[in-house]
């Protein structure tokens, strides 16, 4: 690799990319066009620069100043005199090889005529580029039109944040919720409506290029984490089903050429102990890589059960990922990889948190006119949980005694011990082949398997009125291929996607012991095939058009029997139902310079029909939602600001709705909704220390004309719900954290961070009755870290949720008794611990 003559430091990545290229760079190092999403190698000057290429990363210690400056290429494409024409490779490499030596002198001349010190406060300012795959091609997030958060693996590990739900309240308009040990990911309102076998939501995720079709396998898919990405909106092009609110990527860490090994361990209240680490490196230079990751987290009960002394909401979970890429030739990539996890957890717990009939505001939970019957039986299971007479938590009052009741939320008080257990393992194999400079060929091929048992006590109480057991496993299997290519101005991808699902599930109630009433059991499959097209036109530099189309068609079967708790009882024969759905869409972007990129979408996503096993209803029809955006992307003030917005309106038809019914959650389909809202994501970094950032949404969605019946108040009749908001999500909410860096003397540094999340009030079910509701709520995070010179270990203290707030993640207005107790599972509450790593 060539250095300027006089050993100079190179100039910053942005005075550089604007005096030579259309794209920012890191720095002019190599030689690269990048086609059809992939990169292709060059000779800077004669001298080959592969190993740089593929490391994408080095570092150049200059002889003048002895430092090791951290050197990126970035879509290196060299300005031209006919500006948007793609060249050819014989005239790219020779172009580029003289622009690159050109701007390397000169800057190399320009940087000698600065002070060194001036000079590094100006190109450490610059914040960094972010490269995300969201489009299934390397792009910048900046240049992307598209309302997409990405969050860099590192960023991730420094705030402790080690599953999906560890992102909550982080990311403009995601709200995250667990609920019985299933992770429920909802994006502008949108999300999964219920939970059981073969229940999926409407946000599709991701992990290594996998759909993971089962929400269980998501809380432990963050291992090993290079970058999460977060498209909010509508993705039926490119992500296909189950993607009507968006989509999530979690892009796992590739081999490195390179030998590198790095981990942490960390320990804090609660017993909590959690190990993270790596080794990744090549066993044949050039031709394979390997790398290995792997997870493992404890921590004992937040809560108390009172009646048996011991503390549940615990969990114990780990998981590996092995990844082997090996390179035959310079146009040929194979990537295997397989991942293993498993997980046992007492969070499947429902704190009591009222009464059906009032919850802390009298006069505006339930109408009044509630059935008397229905109240006194509601009365007579709550004074099971606690006795008469005693101070109330929030001043509650039995609806029959007029006496207190005591209600702890910190607390449990159930004599059962609930179970959550989770196993599941994967294996992918994904190929890239270049078939040409202008055209690549993709196929990915995975399979997965997992487990998964619920035992909870639903009836909350130290009676054995009503527990629960489910089971399932699910096999899945899917193929998707891509066909990437470019020609003159236009850029393009063709695909095509299949998945096979099979779950075998079973579920039992225990009413009366030792006999009890069973949930349905048997079997449900799901077939889906799908096609799909994407090209940009580029009419000129400034200004392209993206249109794009996916047709898919499913079939979906079940074959149970049913002896169910609740209306709907006695045997279901097997039933079939198949669905179908072309979905368009069309971007118009326009970037006036390259700190600008303006954009407008019309989409359509579409989330399938098919059938809830625990309810055992009729099929669900399937929910079609029409986005129309706008948002911009600038970088202000020589890139120290950076600011996105954007701004949408929601048409949805047939939106699928949970619906509580007695212990089981059905799904019902409304008729329609809208949802008007937008994002806001603020960056800034005024001096090279110092980073801050906000970020807020607006989610105000309601439903059209719905008309149901509450099942555990049918004593109202028929209610229309026109104008309710949508569940588990707050209207408003935002995200503030500073994070500043003091350099010491000797290398090392103190790397202090704060941040607050608020999030409005939201309700848990349709009816917006206030008695199952979070209030709003904010919190507080914390952080101390310590770097070693040279960065080779850290040792740092967290807090999380510092002035420990209650915060429920999933509320139950449910029962056998109209008026029966409210229960709900909770968040994490206060916790904070000191936490050890090391890189190398």
């Known amino acids: 690799m060539r250095q300027p003559s006089n050993g100079a430091e190179i100039i910053g990545p942005s005075r550089l990319s604007r005096r030579c290229f259309d794209?920012?760079?890191?720095?002019?190092?190599?030689?690269?066009?990048?086609?059809?999403?992939?990169?292709?190698?060059?000779?800077?000057?004669?001298?080959?620069?592969?190993?740089?290429?593929?490391?994408?990363?080095?570092?150049?210690?200059?002889?003048?100043?002895?430092?090791?400056?951290?050197?990126?290429?970035?879509?290196?494409?060299?300005?031209?005199?006919?500006?948007?024409?793609?060249?050819?490779?014989?005239?790219?490499?020779?172009?580029?090889?003289?622009?690159?030596?050109?701007?390397?002198?000169?800057?190399?001349?320009?940087?000698?005529?600065?002070?060194?010190?001036?000079?590094?406060?100006?190109?450490?300012?610059?914040?960094?580029?972010?490269?995300?795959?969201?489009?299934?091609?390397?792009?910048?997030?900046?240049?992307?039109?598209?309302?997409?958060?990405?969050?860099?693996?590192?960023?991730?590990?420094?705030?402790?944040?080690?599953?999906?739900?560890?992102?909550?309240?982080?990311?403009?308009?995601?709200?995250?919720?667990?609920?019985?040990?299933?992770?429920?990911?909802?994006?502008?309102?949108?999300?999964?409506?219920?939970?059981?076998?073969?229940?999926?939501?409407?946000?599709?995720?991701?992990?290594?290029?996998?759909?993971?079709?089962?929400?269980?396998?998501?809380?432990g898919a963050f291992i090993d984490v290079q970058r999460l990405e977060v498209l909010r909106g509508p993705q039926g092009t490119l992500y296909g089903r189950n993607s009507t609110g968006g989509a999530v990527n979690i892009i796992p860490n590739a081999p490195t050429e390179e030998f590198h090994a790095g981990g942490s361990v960390s320990y804090g209240n609660y017993n909590s102990f959690e190990l993270n680490g790596f080794v990744s490196g090549a066993v044949i230079p050039d031709v394979l890589k390997v790398r290995f990751g792997g997870q493992y987290q404890r921590h004992g009960g937040y809560s108390l059960n009172v009646p048996t002394g011991e503390h549940f909401d615990s969990l114990n979970q780990g998981g590996f990922r092995g990844t082997m890429e090996y390179t035959p030739t310079d146009r040929l990539k194979i990537t295997l990889a397989g991942d293993y996890y498993h997980g046992e957890d007492t969070s499947v717990t429902v704190h009591y948190i009222g009464d059906g009939i009032q919850r802390r505001f009298a006069d505006q939970l339930v109408p009044k006119a509630v059935n008397p019957t229905a109240a006194a039986a509601a009365a007579a299971l709550i004074t099971t949980v606690r006795p008469l007479g005693v101070t109330a938590y929030g001043g509650i009052t039995n609806p029959v005694d007029s006496n207190s009741m005591a209600i702890d939320p910190q607390n449990l008080y159930q004599n059962n011990r609930p179970d959550s257990t989770r196993t599941y393992y994967g294996f992918s194999g994904i190929l890239d082949y270049e078939i040409s400079d202008d055209l690549s060929f993709k196929s990915i091929t995975a399979y997965r398997n997992g487990q998964y048992s619920n035992y909870l006590d639903l009836d909350r109480t130290t009676g054995d009125a009503v527990n629960y057991d489910q089971f399932e496993n699910w096999r899945q299997f899917s193929q998707e291929l891509q066909l990437i290519g470019e020609t003159g101005k236009l850029s393009y991808i063709l695909g095509a996607y299949y998945l096979n699902d099979r779950v075998p599930y079973a579920g039992y109630v225990f009413e009366t012991p030792p006999f009890g009433t069973f949930l349905p059991y048997g079997a449900a499959k799901t077939n889906a095939y799908a096609a799909f097209a994407q090209a940009t036109y580029a009419f000129t530099p400034e200004?392209?058009?993206?249109?794009?189309?996916?047709?898919?068609?499913?079939?979906?079967?079940?074959?149970?029997?049913?002896?169910?708790?609740?209306?709907?009882?006695?045997?279901?024969?097997?039933?079939?139902?198949?669905?179908?759905?072309?979905?368009?869409?069309?971007?118009?972007?326009?970037?006036?310079?390259?700190?600008?990129?303006?954009?407008?979408?019309?989409?359509?996503?579409?989330?399938?029909?098919?059938?809830?096993?625990?309810?055992?209803?009729?099929?669900?029809?399937?929910?079609?939602?029409?986005?129309?955006?706008?948002?911009?992307?600038?970088?202000?003030?020589?890139?120290?600001?950076?600011?996105?917005?954007?701004?949408?309106?929601?048409?949805?038809?047939?939106?699928?709705?949970?619906?509580?019914?007695?212990?089981?959650?059905?799904?019902?389909?409304?008729?329609?909704?809208?949802?008007?809202?937008?994002?806001?994501?603020?960056?800034?970094?005024?001096?090279?220390?110092?980073?801050?950032?906000?970020?807020?949404?607006?989610?105000?969605?309601?439903?059209?004309?719905?008309?149901?019946?509450?099942?555990?108040?049918?004593?109202?009749?028929?209610?229309?719900?026109?104008?309710?908001?949508?569940?588990?999500?707050?209207?408003?909410?935002?995200?503030?954290?500073?994070?500043?860096?003091?350099?010491?003397?000797?290398?090392?540094?103190?790397?202090?961070?704060?941040?607050?999340?608020?999030?409005?009030?939201?309700?848990?079910?349709?009816?917006?009755?206030?008695?199952?509701?979070?209030?709003?709520?904010?919190?507080?995070?914390?952080?101390?870290?310590?770097?070693?010179?040279?960065?080779?270990?850290?040792?740092?203290?967290?807090?999380?949720?510092?002035?420990?707030?209650?915060?429920?993640?999933?509320?139950?207005?449910?029962g056998v008794y109209q008026g029966s107790p409210i229960g709900a599972q909770r968040e994490a509450p206060r916790t904070y611990g000191v936490r050890l790593g090391f890189n190398y």
């Open 543 to 814: 200004l392209k058009l993206t249109v794009g189309g996916r047709y898919g068609y499913e079939r979906r079967f079940r074959s149970e029997f049913v002896d169910n708790y609740g209306a709907l009882q006695g045997p279901i024969l097997p039933d079939r139902v198949s669905f179908s759905k072309f979905t368009p869409k069309a971007t118009l972007d326009y970037q006036p310079s390259n700190d600008v990129t303006l954009y407008a979408t019309v989409a359509q996503g579409f989330k399938s029909g098919g059938f809830l096993i625990s309810a055992a209803q009729g099929p669900i029809e399937p929910e079609t939602v029409w986005d129309y955006e706008a948002g911009a992307k600038l970088r202000l003030f020589n890139n120290h600001v950076q600011l996105n917005v954007s701004g949408y309106h929601y048409d949805y038809k047939n939106i699928q709705t949970p619906i509580v019914n007695g212990f089981v959650i059905a799904v019902a389909n409304a008729a329609s909704a809208t949802v008007d809202g937008g994002e806001v994501e603020l960056t800034v970094q005024p001096v090279r220390d110092l980073k801050l950032t906000a970020s807020g949404s607006l989610i105000d969605g309601k439903f059209g004309e719905f008309i149901t019946q509450n099942p555990q108040y049918t004593s109202l009749g028929l209610l229309n719900l026109k104008g309710n908001r949508l569940p588990f999500n707050s209207k408003w909410s935002y995200y503030l954290d500073a994070v500043y860096t003091i350099h010491l003397p000797d290398g090392a540094s103190i790397e202090p961070q704060v941040s607050y999340t608020w999030r409005g009030l939201k309700y848990f079910d349709a009816f917006n009755l206030r008695n199952n509701f979070q209030k709003a709520v904010g919190t507080i995070d914390a952080r101390l870290r310590y770097s070693s010179p040279g960065q080779k270990w850290y040792l740092e203290g967290f807090g999380k949720n510092l002035t420990n707030e209650f915060v429920i993640s999933q509320g139950y207005a449910s």
């Open 23 to 219: 794209e920012p760079t890191g720095a002019v190092v190599a030689a690269k066009k990048r086609v059809s999403g992939n990169w292709r190698n060059a000779n800077v000057g004669g001298s080959n620069i592969n190993a740089v290429i593929k490391s994408r990363n080095v570092r150049w210690s200059t002889k003048r100043t002895e430092k090791r400056v951290f050197l990126r290429t970035l879509n290196l494409v060299p300005k031209s005199k006919k500006r948007g024409n793609l060249m050819t490779k014989s005239k790219y490499t020779g172009l580029l090889t003289g622009v690159a030596l050109t701007c390397l002198a000169s800057s190399a001349l320009a940087q000698d005529q600065t002070s060194e010190g001036a000079a590094a406060t100006s190109d450490s300012v610059q914040m960094d580029e972010i490269v995300i795959t969201a489009e299934k091609r390397e792009s910048s997030i900046q240049k992307t039109a598209l309302s997409i958060t990405a969050l860099a693996g590192a960023d991730l590990a420094k705030k402790g944040i080690g599953s999906v739900e560890g992102i909550v309240g982080q990311i403009a308009g995601v709200a995250v919720n667990n609920e019985s040990g299933t992770t429920k990911v909802n994006i502008r309102g949108l999300g999964l409506s219920s939970f059981g076998p073969a229940v999926e939501g409407s946000v599709a995720v991701y992990a290594g290029g996998v759909y993971l079709a089962h929400a269980n396998e998501i809380g």
